[in-house]
């Protein structure tokens, strides 16, 4: 018995050196660092990440995309899931988007749990961000600049009855501090300007 436990054990312990090596080997690819046999720079790919062509023609695992229309794709889809989310009258999920510390994401995410906890959901999208554009990255940070209009929407009941309107904000310059991570960028911190841009 206690053979089978450390042959359990061994595996374990190989598993997690060999996901611990690949995500630092996509980290170091991502960085500009070398990696493979000869040293030569890992590939980055474009897109969303897909998989690419080994020199034995089988694929590899998909190497996150580090371009800056990647860490702007990341701030549209971190709107998109909290409109989806309001709209839907449940939880908003952005792990895929922020990082767990982003205080202002936090605050965000808060809006949908009091529309779920209330029963209520939104009538039409509220955050309408425009103008996303991002700096090159520089090693694993990008800054990605957008305006933010917050809509007056309607918020109603599980049976669509209008109970009151969540009030507008009007359209305000924004900042998104991203992160790269083994999974892509994510949004590290969110700062919103006071006034109307």
């Known amino acids: 018995m206690s053979r089978r436990r450390a042959r359990v054990h061994l595996r374990r312990r190989g598993l997690v050196l060999l ?11 991502s960085c500009g660092g070398s990696g493979g046999p000869q040293g030569a720079a890992l590939p980055v790919h474009s897109g969303a990440g897909g998989a690419s062509p080994t020199a034995s023609g089988t694929s590899a695992a998909p190497t996150p995309d580090v371009s800056a229309p990647a860490a702007v794709r990341t701030v549209a889809a971190y709107f998109q899931e909290i409109n989806d989310a309001t709209r839907a009258g449940r939880l908003a999920v952005i792990t895929a988007t922020a990082l767990e510390g982003c205080q202002t994401c936090a605050l965000d995410v808060g ?19 425009s103008d ?28 669509g009855r209008h109970v009151e309107d969540a ?27 006071a006034g109307p841009s």
């Open 19 to 29: 996901v611990g090596f690949v995500l630092g080997a996509e980290l170091l690819s």
């Open 111 to 129: 809006v949908s749990r009091s529309l779920a906890q209330r029963g209520l959901h939104a009538d039409a999208p509220a955050y309408q961000p």
């Open 132 to 159: 996303l554009t991002a700096q090159p990255y520089a090693g694993l940070a990008a800054t990605a600049s957008f305006t933010l209009r917050t809509a007056t929407v309607g918020l109603l009941d599980a049976a």
């Open 167 to 193: 009030a507008g904000v009007p359209a305000r310059a924004a900042t998104a501090q991203l992160t790269l991570t083994a999974g892509g960028w994510r949004i590290q911190t969110l700062r919103y300007a």
